[in-house]
């Protein structure tokens, strides 16, 4: 996910998601939520960039709500986890 600009971004991403759909194979659930990791955590590498590059989130956060859509639990705890370890971070 680093480079190639917004638009390549956005279509391997629609390609990863296509592939690994939970209508496809419910198997497909362990990869979706490790994918939501990876995409919270290049989120918050962004948003932590001197300056932040927010304009690149877009295709980011756009994947994100589709797999949250598909996984809906597993997402939640990617968040909470990636929170935790942001708070932990913070309080050293």
Known sequence: LG???AEAV???L???LAGAHIK???ENRPKLARLAVLLL???QALAAASPPRLGETAPLAAALRSIAAQAPLE???A???RLLAARAQWLR
């Open 3 to 5: 480079g190639g600009g």
């Open 10 to 12: 956005r279509e391997a």
């Open 14 to 16: 629609h390609r990863v």
């Open 24 to 26: 496809l194979r419910e």
């Open 41 to 43: 955590r290049k989120l």
């Open 75 to 77: 997402v939640a705890q």
């Open 79 to 81: 968040c909470i986890d």
